[in-house]
């Protein structure tokens, strides 16, 4: 069971998450949903994750609270992380950097590049 490769996933839109979720498992990764800002610590916790995507204008899930946190918990502050912004949203952008998220990228990139994006993200960090 500890080969299994979870990825938490901070996306509350259920359409955009079921295509997350068809990128990655043909490829073997099991998801786990954030579905509340709360749940977060439990999950990662839990589920021992490899990395985490986050969509930065994710109204819902209050993103930047989710990722203060986690960079302050001990337990996954070097967790790898990929987000996506809209594009035109600079400030959005900057404070993704400023939370030490490894990489952030346009929703439109994210969805063309999806899986290619996280082992990018996954492989810089574990070398």
């Known amino acids: 069971m500890d080969d299994t490769k979870t990825i938490l996933v901070a996306v509350s839109d259920i359409f955009f998450y079921t295509k997350i979720r068809d ?9 786990e949903r954030l579905r509340s800002s709360e749940d977060w610590q ?17 109204d819902r899930l209050n993103t930047p ?24 949203e600079v400030g959005t952008w900057k404070l993704a950097k400023d939370l030490g ?19 990018e993200v996954t492989s810089s960090t574990s070398s």
Request: no cysteine; glycine share 2%.
């Open 23 to 31: 990128a990655f498992k043909p490829a073997g990764y099991k998801l």
């Open 42 to 58: 439990e999950k990662a916790l839990k589920s021992q994750p490899i990395g985490m995507i986050v969509n930065m204008n994710d």
């Open 65 to 88: 609270d989710i990722l203060k946190a986690l960079k302050a918990s001990q337990q996954t502050e070097s967790l790898p992380i990929l987000a996506f912004a809209n594009h035109e």
């Open 101 to 119: 998220i490894q990489k952030v990228v346009s929703r439109n990139e994210f969805s063309a590049r999806t899986l290619a994006l996280f082992e």
